[in-house]
């Protein structure tokens, strides 16, 4: 019995210290966690966190007749946490963020280490001079518009499959930003990227050559958000952002480019130099968006061989890809998206054809991107079969 009183008084007594010893912080849902400034001004701290429940139902249709082969399941597409600030100076600025989805740290290979690849971001950003600004470490190179959107703040479930096939994602290496003002509105945005050429968190050598990617926008009509999905600001005027990246990797060893899997032989690595060219645009207006892009992937010699001349197998994913959307967001929050897609890789070297995606999408923003609801449904149809397929998905999505 006296146990029993002495356990109820221990319990009482750390509830009653946590209750007291909660923080009561006047920062607002969707500004960050932790938000700190040092009283000289020396350094500054946000911390976020955030992450996607996702349910995905799909539905084969072999020979586009009966339905075959349908399953569903549930996934925490991304869980991520997120640090910036700036150190020293409000000049240097820097963003750390780490993915610990399984999605986010797989890909563990002989090059990372055979470890999760949990850092997605950390890079230094220093205004040195004026409107010029460096970057070093590891973060998105300026490729396709689409892939620079945040997951965060995109107006579908996920992105397209033009950004899959094509994008030139993240890597380690250097970047240099800058813009500069035509007259009253027009606004050119141009990056430089120099970077190892095999992705992220890869911990030993460089096994080809380097990456350059480089990137030219221009906004005519002004600033405005362009780099997130939905006109959730309801801007008054037309405003549009229409840029184009090109992205060299000499003696690259993936079949993406940075991404994708080593092209191995019976001697090493083959290696071949890549291209890929973007071209993109995006369109705001009273609620009313629309992005479009289009994408080209080139390669020297996009077959591996063996040092016989024979096949490994293993060849680069060479083609285009063209990608449209369009959505208008209601008072009430709610937006209703479409989406066509295309995908044609050359098919004498890839085994695979001409792929179009069909959706239809519906969200809901509660906080903006901060809390929403999203669900699409796609239709994908193979031009060079009749095996065609139905995909649904319901995600929610906070970000705090």
């Known amino acids: 019995m006296k146990l029993k009183w002495t356990m109820l008084l221990l319990f009482g007594m750390v509830t009653s210290y946590f209750t007291q010893a909660q923080d009561i912080t006047n920062n607002k ?20 966190a955030r992450f996607q429940s996702l349910y995905t139902g799909s539905w084969d249709f072999p020979n586009n ?4 082969n349908g399953e569903g399941n549930f996934l925490i597409r991304r869980s991520r946490l997120k640090f910036e600030g700036f150190a020293y100076s409000p000049k240097l600025e820097y963003k750390i963020e780490l993915g610990l989805s399984n999605r986010d740290i797989g890909g563990a290979s002989a090059f990372t280490n055979n470890a999760p690849r949990y850092i ?8 040195f001079y004026e409107n010029f600004v460096l970057w070093a470490g590891q973060t998105k190179l300026p490729g396709n518009r689409e892939r620079v959107i945040s997951s965060a703040n995109m107006q579908t479930v996920d992105r397209s499959l033009v950004n899959s096939k094509f994008n030139v994602d993240r890597d380690m290496g250097m970047q240099l930003h800058h813009h500069f003002n035509l007259g009253n509105n027009v606004i050119v945005k141009e990056a430089f990227a120099f970077s190892q050429g095999e992705g992220r968190n890869v911990t030993s050598g460089n096994l080809g050559g380097y990456q350059y990617t480089g990137r030219i926008e221009v906004l005519p009509f002004g600033d405005f958000d362009d780099y997130t999905g939905a006109d959730l600001k309801r801007e008054q005027t037309p405003k549009l952002g229409v840029g184009v990246s090109y992205d060299h990797n000499s003696n690259a060893v993936k079949t993406r480019s940075n991404g994708g899997s080593y092209m191995t032989t019976d001697t090493g690595f083959f290696e071949t130099d890549i291209n890929t060219f973007f ?7 009273q609620g009313f968006s629309a992005m479009a892009e289009y994408a080209k992937r080139t390669a020297d010699n996009a077959v591996a061989v063996n040092s016989d001349g024979t096949p490994t197998g293993r060849v680069v994913e060479v083609g285009d890809g063209f990608n449209m959307q369009a959505g208008y967001v209601f008072k009430n929050n709610y937006e209703v998206v479409g989406r066509y897609t295309q995908v044609s890789l050359d098919e004498s070297i890839t085994g695979q054809g001409v792929e179009n995606q069909y959706t239809l999408g519906l969200s809901k923003y509660i906080v903006g991107h901060k809390l929403k609801v999203q669900t699409d449904v796609s239709w994908n149809d193979y031009e060079n079969n009749l095996d065609n397929s139905l995909a649904y998905r319901l995600q929610i999505d906070i970000h705090f």
């Open 65 to 68: 007749d009966n339905l075959e």
């Open 279 to 285: 071209v993109d645009g995006i369109f705001k207006y």
């Open 29 to 48: 849902f969707g500004k960050g966690l932790v938000n700190i400034v040092a009283k000289d001004s020396s350094y500054s701290l946000k911390f976020a």
């Open 120 to 127: 997605l971001d950390a890079v230094l950003k220093w205004n």
